[in-house]
């Protein structure tokens, strides 16, 4: 469902000069999967998930995602996939259902459809008892379910979490994880962002390590210790990235 093939993205700063957020970055993920992306803020992950929602254009390397080229199908890629980040945005004068049912709208779907889904996703989301408060009333977690509800009315086959639990406490969190894990029953391709080992632990059926911009291992977890020699995946993932005699 995702292939990335040599993926770069550089930046220019006045101060720094030439930054390569993302180097060379190749991997795929397949359908009924959760890969998880892991690295510490500032390794390109969110870098990474944009080029791959067309949001930024690659400076060199491209992707096919539900088959379609991120540099030349643009259109069609942003049709197929649903973009989840901690920061997504609402229209707080807007209700959850009416928000909800705005981008399905965005999305082309019939009204019939757009009601079906939006009662759907309440029903799995546990968000009936908030449906028709305003966005600026509701709590983060809460506002979390309706960014999430937002991103998959259309049903998409890939989906993109950069680090969706943010800010999040634990209840809330757990809404989070459980429905990744439904969308993986479903058979979507999910890549999942992050820098909390623990949710790596408990979610990921395959990992990246990346740092500094470049993917420096894939696995799944076991195959990550016994490469590293390593069981707690906290010590996994500093020798993976040299810094676990620092």
Do not use: W
Not at 97 to 121: D, H, S
Not at 183 to 193: H, K, M, P, T
Not at 198 to 204: F, K, N, Q, R, T
């Amino acid at each position: 469902m995702i292939e990335a093939r040599n993926l770069c993205k550089v930046f220019t700063d006045k101060k720094r000069g030439l930054i390569r957020a993302v180097d060379g970055v190749s991997f795929e993920c397949h359908a009924g999967e959760i890969f998880g992306l892991l690295g510490p803020n500032g390794a390109g992950k969110t870098t990474l998930l944009r080029m791959l929602a067309t949001i930024l254009e690659p400076t060199s390397g491209t992707a096919t995602v539900a088959g379609y080229d991120i540099r030349t199908q643009a259109q069609e890629v942003r049709q197929n996939i649903g973009y989840l980040s901690g920061s997504t945005a609402l229209y707080e004068r807007l209700t959850a259902r009416e928000m909800v049912r705005y981008f399905g709208a965005l999305y082309g779907l019939p009204t019939e459809a757009i009601a079906a889904q939006t009662e759907q996703i309440f029903t799995e989301l546990d968000m009936h008892e908030f449906a028709d408060s305003r966005c600026d009333k509701l709590s983060t977690g809460q506002k979390q379910r309706v960014s999430i509800a937002r991103t998959i009315v259309h049903r998409p086959p890939v989906l993109f979490f950069d680090e969706p639990t943010s800010g999040l406490d634990v209840v809330a969190a757990r809404t989070i994880t459980r429905f990744i894990r439904r969308c993986r029953d479903e058979n979507r391709a999910v890549v999942f962002s992050t820098h909390i080992m623990s949710e790596v632990e408990a979610l990921c059926d395959r990992i990246a390590v990346i740092y500094r911009g470049q993917i420096v291992a894939i696995g799944t977890l076991e195959e990550l210790r016994a490469r590293t020699g390593r069981q707690a995946f906290e010590h996994v993932f500093l020798r993976l990235i040299g810094e676990e005699d620092t």
